[in-house]
Antibody
């Protein structure tokens, strides 16, 4: 049973960066391709990027390229998502999500979500 | 505007059957990529409902079913229950964007 536990809510000013963590238990991070999805208030789900195990690299949604970095610390089984140059439109709940199958599978495990508020 | 198009809302009475459509394009559903469906309740994490077009994870009632044909897919919910009231999202891969995409979401209201 995979469990994903995310870091707590953050409040940031425009132009700052935020780093959200996602700790894995029940499996090791090396066994799970981690992805990140966000939901802005009143909006739908939006995929930000994730690890493509078959290609051996992290891929990012075009919208976020250059502004997002996804990393992993395998010694602590913790994944991180850092988003820079924050603007008010980045106010959202950010989820880490993973899948037990290959890259083409659905996301069957999700973190509880981390609210990031961007406000001056 | 989402790459996958869903109706904003659907509704049905308890016991009835509803369907939610998901329209893609030649670079997503039409390129033979699978579609997955999620159920999302406010304040909780999304839950995988259907994967690989028509497969249910263990624990998901057989009232939920999925299908896909060409550039479109649909989620059917039969025997509607009050607890089914949620927002439903379809998801697929889009090779023109080189990434995963979600539909805009469909809010199901059980009357």
């Amino acid at each position: 049973q995979v469990e994903l536990v995310q870091s707590g809510a953050e409040v940031k000013k425009p132009g700052a960066s935020v780093k959200v963590s996602c700790k894995v238990s029940g499996y090791t991070l090396t066994e799970l391709p981690m992805h990140w999805v966000r939901q802005a208030p009143g909006k739908g789900l939006e995929w930000m990027g994730g690890f493509h195990a078959e290609e051996g690299e992290t891929i990012y949604a075009q919208k976020f390229q250059g502004r997002v970095t996804m990393t992993e610390d395998t010694s602590t089984d913790t994944a991180y998502m850092e988003l820079s140059s924050l603007r008010s439109e980045d106010t959202a709940v950010y989820y880490c999500a993973t899948k037990g199958g290959d890259f083409w599978s659905g996301f069957d495990s999700w973190g509880q979500g981390t609210l990031v508020t961007v406000s001056s | 505007q989402s790459v996958l198009t869903q109706p904003p809302s659907v509704s049905g009475a308890p016991g009835q059957r509803v369907t939610i459509s998901c329209i893609g394009s030649s670079s997503s559903l039409g390129a033979a990529y699978d579609v997955h469906w999620y159920q999302h309740l406010p304040g909780t994490a999304p839950k995988l409902l259907i994967y690989g077009n028509s497969n249910r994870p263990s624990g998901v009632p057989d009232r939920f079913s999925g299908s896909k044909s060409g550039t479109s897919a649909s989620l059917a919910i039969s025997g509607l229950q009050a607890e089914d009231e949620a927002t439903y999202y379809c998801q697929s891969y889009d090779n023109s964007l080189s990434g995963w995409v979600f539909g805009g979401g469909t809010k199901l209201t059980v009357l």
